[in-house]
């Protein structure tokens, strides 16, 4: 089935740091990939989104490309902050069908000033 | 506010009893889903409506386990005979036909 790995966190960074959060998936045909992101005491937002293979998709700094040779999805920014700071989550769906969402474990991010 | 609203936020219930959450959607989305997430873990999938239809249910989703969507609005997730190993936050989503899905900010169940 379809399957998300993440890397494990913590990951506690300085700020205007560079960020990567690995992703990678398993899937069967071609799946749309998510970054949501959960920020203290609120609900998953999305973060962004690729619908096929050399998407870039790209919000409030972050951006991550679809790249269907390597079954990846990372998650990248080039200047951190403060407010960055929460859960950051991986997901795909399928095309077709309920098109839920298979999430990764999450990846909890800590910005420090 | 035009979210999707759960209710209630927070919900402790004794071994053995049952609980019933309600999602609110946005209210032009046919599309909802429930997931349930453990501490650390990240949402796993329950079901989906399209509509008042019920679609797809995960194997996840024991028989103590019941969801409606009556009349394709509001939805109601049922536990029966809670266990321990339910304790989790039960999460509610929708979307539009093609679209991307919203979440509401959770029911925290804990079964003491």
């Known amino acids: 089935g379809n399957s998300v790995t993440q890397m494990e966190g913590p990951v506690t960074l300085s700020e205007e740091a560079f960020l990567t959060i690995n992703c990678t998936y398993t899937?069967?045909?071609?799946?749309?990939l998510f970054w949501y992101v959960q920020y203290p005491g609120e609900g998953l937002q999305l973060l962004l989104k690729?619908?096929?293979?050399?998407d870039k998709g790209s919000n409030k700094g972050f951006e991550a490309t679809y790249r269907k040779e390597t079954t990846s999805f990372h998650l990248e920014k080039g200047s951190v902050q403060v407010s960055d700071s929460a859960v950051y989550f991986c997901?795909?769906?399928?095309?077709?069908?309920?098109?839920?969402?298979?999430f990764g474990q999450g990846t909890r991010l800590t910005i420090n000033p | 506010d035009t979210g999707v609203s759960q209710n209630p936020r927070h919900k402790i219930t004794k071994r053995g009893q049952n609980v019933t959450f309600r999602c609110d959607p946005i209210?032009?989305?046919?599309?909802l889903y429930w997931y349930r997430q453990t501490l650390g873990q990240g949402p796993e999938f329950l079901t989906y409506?399209?509509?008042?239809?019920?679609?797809?249910k995960s194997r996840l989703l024991s028989d103590r386990f019941s969801a409606e969507r009556p009349k394709g609005s509001f939805s109601t997730l049922e536990i029966q005979r809670t266990e321990q190993g339910d304790s989790a936050m039960y999460l509610c989503?929708?979307?539009?036909?093609?679209?991307?899905?919203?979440f509401g900010q959770g029911t925290r169940l804990t079964v003491v």
């Open positions: 409506f399209q509509n008042e239809a019920q679609l797809e």
């Open positions: 989503a929708s979307s539009p036909r093609r679209g991307e899905a919203f």
């Open positions: 690729a619908t096929k293979a050399d």
């Open positions: 899937a069967t045909g071609y799946p749309s």
């Open positions: 209210s032009e989305h046919n599309r």
């Open positions: 997901a795909l769906s399928d095309f077709q069908g309920a098109q839920k969402l298979v």
